[in-house]
């Protein structure tokens, strides 16, 4: 490749917009941003802004690739844009998110049996018990709430602490600190950096996870998730002790965090579409379709990030070895030559083809528990009221890396 074909492979199309900003009220703007790129540039050089520069992969097609080819595309230096490391990040080898194959194999085996559908089928009814109470303790207290600290910060905690096997007296304090594992950008009010509060809460989880999997060696857990993985350090193809509290946070913040902000874009959907919400009430046999819509539609995840192992061509454009490349899943969810009408909530979409629990060897492990909790919170939403409405200004989450939000006022309405 000439100077002048390198220099034009990584033209900017977008100067003056810095997609690692993360002020959350540009959204609706990078979604129009992201529409009109894809026809011509579905692969594109983000330059040196706020971050060093980065290949951004916007269109589904690339977007599969990258996640599927862990030989070119290693998720070894971090998985946010925030996170990326020049070197390896230092979890790798033990923590799966970071870890290629073929070791990331022998960490997911031992993480992933307690994933099966039968786990999550076990504590499906437990699920379902806890969200309709909380629906109907917001009926008998006149049904106007904020959705994410009625509902939505609340059962993503329930059920991680049902499946880790976590103590209920510390799930408020834990929902706390890894709502804030992924928040950046400034504090509006005191100039400080959210990424400060954000490392201080990872530091306290990490703490947190150590202990009790320390305690879960001695015999003193409360069962679950933790401690079956801290009893398996024992045996030859157990995880090592730094592996299960590793794997142990991840879990707890990937599985609080991500489906907190897609059952709050959801309901947020919900609202954007209240026809939907009545057609779920005249057919519920549409909740399994419009669950999978919601992994689709309402994905919190914004970007995840790999580095190119070697010099690869990608929708055109020549990605060197050693570049950064960082996929935007919301976009490629909205991708029009392979989604209908990709702007539009649809409950009944077939086929639908998603990439809202990623793909390839990295997909994620909790996906069931994910769909049981939506399945739950719509089911019991359908039984318990008949509409909702907004009920105040929403106020989105500050981060670059989750779409969601930290204030969803809701007003709903019961049947007589």
């Not at 799930?171 to 959210?194: A, C, H, M, N, Y």
């Not at 801290?230 to 946070?249: F, P, Q, S």
């Not at 779920?280 to 309402?298: C, I």
């Not at 009920?391 to 939000?405: C, I, K, Q, R, T």
Request: proline share 7%.
């Amino acid at each position: 490749m000439t100077a002048v074909s390198a220099a034009r492979s990584r033209a900017d199309p977008i100067p003056g917009i810095d997609l690692a900003d993360p002020d959350p009220m540009r959204t609706p703007a990078l979604d129009r941003v992201f529409t009109e790129l894809r026809r011509e540039h579905p692969v594109f050089w983000h330059g040196q802004k706020s971050r060093r520069g980065f290949w951004s992969v916007i269109r589904y097609a690339e977007t599969v690739r990258v996640y599927r080819d862990t030989g070119t595309f290693t998720a070894t230096h971090g998985m946010t844009i925030d996170s990326l490391r020049p070197d390896q990040d230092p979890a790798t080898g033990m923590m799966v998110e970071v870890t290629d194959p073929p070791e990331h194999r022998r960490l997911r085996r031992g993480i992933g049996a307690f994933f099966a559908d039968g786990v999550v089928g076990d504590l499906a009814p437990a699920i379902d018990d806890y969200v309709r109470a909380l629906l109907i303790d917001i009926r008998d207290r006149g049904g106007e709430v904020d959705f994410v600290d009625a509902v939505a910060g609340r059962v993503p905690t329930h059920a991680a602490g049902l499946l880790l096997g976590l103590p209920s007296d510390d799930l408020e304090w834990i929902t706390t600190r890894t709502s804030q594992v992924f928040l950046s950008g400034p504090k509006v009010d005191s100039g400080s950096d959210f990424r400060a509060e954000a490392e201080q809460a990872n530091s306290e989880l990490l703490g947190y996870f150590a202990k009790l999997v320390r305690a879960a060696k001695r015999g003193s857990g409360t069962g679950g998730l933790v401690q079956r993985l801290a009893a398996g350090t024992a045996t030859r193809d157990g995880l090592t002790t730094g592996e299960v509290i590793l794997n142990a946070l991840n879990l707890a913040i990937g599985g609080t965090q991500t489906t907190r902000n897609l059952l709050t874009n959801l309901m947020h959907a919900l609202l954007q579409f209240p026809e939907a919400f009545q057609a779920l009430r005249d057919d519920p046999s549409a909740v399994p379709t419009a669950v999978e819509e919601a992994v689709r539609f309402a994905n919190p995840v914004r970007h995840l990030t790999r580095v190119a192992m070697r010099d690869v061509e990608l929708a055109g454009r020549d990605v060197r070895a050693g570049d950064p490349v960082v996929v935007w899943p919301r976009s490629a969810n909205r991708d029009e030559t392979v989604f209908r009408q990709p702007h539009v909530f649809d409950i009944r979409r077939h086929p639908n083809p998603h990439i809202g629990f990623a793909a390839g060897p990295h997909s994620c492990p909790g996906t069931g528990l994910a769909r049981a909790q939506l399945r739950a919170t719509l089911h019991c939403m359908l039984e318990v009221f008949t509409g909702a409405e907004p009920a105040g200004p929403a106020e989105l989450v500050p981060s670059n890396f989750l779409h969601g939000y930290a204030r969803l006022p809701v007003r709903f309405t019961a049947g007589s």
